[in-house]
């Protein structure tokens, strides 16, 4: 494949260091991205770092090179500092230091970084962007690591290939790395297999606060701080929780709240089916993300923001049911 891609350019230039980073609490997707640009850029002989405000997730710790991820804020001024999976430098949660800022990612909307920014919202992963722009750049320089890595992002953002987000293209990006040596079996048992026992305890107090509502249209679930406590388990152990709420059969939407360590801050997780669009009901609570998965953080008290996540799903619910009528009687 032989394509200009403008990011490619700007970094084939750069002699200076370079700077990988992602959001705060770090999903596979944005780990992956970043270990496979830095394993990609560290065999072209570039100064390259990684880094990222917190710890990764118990459930990535398979992945290629992640011990070399440091930690920000990182007291040095960097040449460029590539974003990804992100959909400005603000989430990065932390200050980063550089001369330039270049955005890789596949949120819609979001801040403009730079020129060179490349951002694909029709993308599954961030991952998928970034096997776009490796193999643009030099596909015979993607290795068993870098397939790993991207492999890892993909089908953790495409729920294994079961969101609506999976289409024809995505197998075929899996296919690439699956034959660039990423091994299927293999990453599915680290990312889904391997359950510790205290976080099954989490999950057991978290399910016990499941709610319904708007007709069981509705369902919601609740990490107080508490449980983390108790269980002696970290917020990115909830990773996948909510879903568990998404998988009722009767549900359009579900809602996961977690309780920050000021306790008066709510990290959420939206999760639709298809039909609403939660990326929209996100935005109104100042987040963002995608139209089945998206989140934001809300500051108040804990029935207060429950009930405005609920009417303001509520009414994307009825206002969808309201549309599909009338385009049954036209």
Same mark, same amino acid.
């Given at each position: 494949m032989e394509m200009s891609i403008p990011i490619i350019e700007r970094l084939k230039r750069e002699e200076k260091d370079i700077l990988i980073f992602t959001h705060e609490n770090p999903d596979c997707?944005?780990?992956g991205s970043m270990i496979a640009l830095y394993l990609f850029l560290k065999k072209l002989g570039k100064n390259?770092?990684?880094?990222m405000k917190d710890d990764f997730p118990f459930v990535c710790d398979f992945m290629p090179e992640v011990n070399e991820i440091k930690k920000l804020p990182i007291n040095h001024k960097f040449s460029v500092a590539i974003l990804v999976d992100a959909s400005s430098k603000k989430r990065a949660g932390t200050e980063v230091y550089a001369d330039e800022i270049i955005r890789i990612d596949h949120h819609i909307g979001g801040e403009f970084?730079?020129?060179?920014?490349i951002v694909d919202d029709f993308s599954p992963s961030t991952t998928a962007v970034m096997t776009y722009v490796l193999r643009n750049w030099d596909e015979d320089l993607i290795d068993e690591k870098i397939a790993t890595a991207l492999y890892a992002g993909l089908i953790t953002d495409t729920g294994s290939f079961r969101y609506n987000n999976t289409t024809d293209k995505t197998f075929e990006i899996a296919e690439f790395l699956v034959k660039k040596g990423a091994n299927p079996h293999h990453i599915s048992r680290m990312l889904y297999e391997r359950n510790k026992l205290n976080v099954l305890k989490l999950l057991t107090k978290t399910l016990s606060t499941l709610e319904l509502y708007h007709n069981d249209q509705i369902a919601v679930l609740t990490v107080f701080r508490d449980f983390l406590n108790e269980t002696n388990t970290k917020e990115e152990d909830t990773e996948g929780f909510v879903n568990f709420a998404r998988s009722v059969d009767t549900v359009k939407v579900a809602v996961l709240m977690i309780q920050r360590e000021d306790l008066k801050t709510w990290r959420i997780s939206i999760r639709g089916k298809g039909e609403v669009d939660v990326q929209k009901i996100a935005r109104k609570f100042g987040g963002g993300g995608h139209k089945d998965a998206s989140g934001c953080?809300? /500051?108040g008290n804990y029935e207060d /923001?429950?009930?405005k996540l609920v009417e303001a799903i509520a009414e994307s619910i009825d206002n969808l049911e309201k549309m599909q009528v009338l385009q049954e009687i036209v």
């Open positions: 997707d944005g780990i390259v770092t990684m880094a970084e730079s020129i060179y920014d953080r809300v /500051v /923001v429950k009930s």
